[in-house]
């Protein structure tokens, strides 16, 4: 499957630049987009540890939590997912009632709880009341998803200068970033406000896949820019859905509203800001999350 298309626009033309979207999000539906590849060694692992079922965490409109469901049922394991919010009702989001619909069991905590959601005592009665699972944590970063994510690049057949790609937890862009030449550059784009943080969380989750598969690696640290999260995770702007809707409509390419719009809106943006040089080659992922929607 050929995923990448080149986007022609007037912009780019005057910028002298070649730009490229990677569409993640024609993988599949729910496990496409850069879950598909967070995911592989998180389920191959576990099936090499002859688990039965698969446990993590997210938000009530957890893209992740709705692929995990569906990878899980795929493989034929069983799924928990520890959710952060109200419970599952005959008027919930499409995301529960997609997971729910792949065999999801549902343990719905308070805010307040779910910030120990690490914790010994914690994950103790999750096994007290689950058996024994392999656990995914939120959002699925971990140094299994790193080794997926590295995978990435092999999915771009051409030569190009930079990647650009929404950042959540980082660990996506920790992946890529260390699948890339020297002269190549990946630059993040955080949907959260303050997430000044994530800096040291990618050079966490290298660290881990490098002991994890004892793969001596030399870090590289994307560039993350941070001025294009519209206030925060979930928030928009009247300019950012009047972008969303005018690109939708002259490339065909839909976009989800928590993370790629913000990171097209910062690639156009950018562009027209000279942030790029003359002659230059850039690839963005649409990294998928369009059932969030």
Excluded: W
Aim: glycine share 8%; with cysteine; aromatic share 10%.
């Amino acid at each position: 499957m050929d995923l990448l298309e080149k986007i022609n626009d007037q912009l780019f033309t005057d910028k002298q630049l070649q730009v490229f979207v990677l569409r993640l999000d024609k993988l599949h539906p729910l496990t496409g987009g850069n879950k598909h590849f967070k995911l592989k060694y998180n389920f191959q692992e576990a099936k090499e540890q002859n688990y039965s079922c698969i446990l993590s965490f997210g938000g009530a409109y957890s893209n992740h939590i709705a692929a995990l469901a569906a990878a899980a049922k795929a493989e034929g394991l069983r799924s928990v997912g520890v959710i952060r919010g109200d419970e599952l009702r005959d008027d919930a989001n499409p995301t529960l009632k997609a997971a729910a619909a792949n065999g999801m069991q549902f343990l719905f905590e308070t805010r307040e709880g779910y910030r120990d959601k690490y914790s010994p005592k914690f994950i103790d009665t999750l096994k007290n009341n689950y058996g024994d699972f392999f656990m995914v944590p939120e959002g699925g970063s971990n140094a299994h998803a790193v080794k997926g994510c590295m995978e990435i690049k092999d999915l771009i057949p051409i030569p190009f200068d930079h990647v650009i790609l929404a950042c959540g937890t980082g660990c996506t862009i920790a992946g890529l970033a260390l699948s890339l030449e020297a002269q190549q550059e990946a630059i993040g784009i955080p949907v959260l406000k303050g997430a000044e943080f994530l800096e040291q969380d990618i050079r966490q989750l290298q660290l881990e896949y490098s002991e994890t598969y004892n793969d001596k690696i030399l870090l590289k640290m994307p560039r993350l820019i941070h001025a294009y999260h519209f206030g925060g995770y979930a928030k928009s702007t009247k300019a950012l859905e009047d972008f969303k809707n005018n690109f939708e409509q002259t490339t065909q390419i839909p976009l989800d509203k928590i993370y790629t719009v913000k990171t097209f809106f910062a690639l156009y943006d950018l562009a027209a800001k000279d942030h790029f040089p003359p002659g230059k080659t850039i690839v963005i992922i649409h990294t998928g999350g369009l059932q969030g929607n």
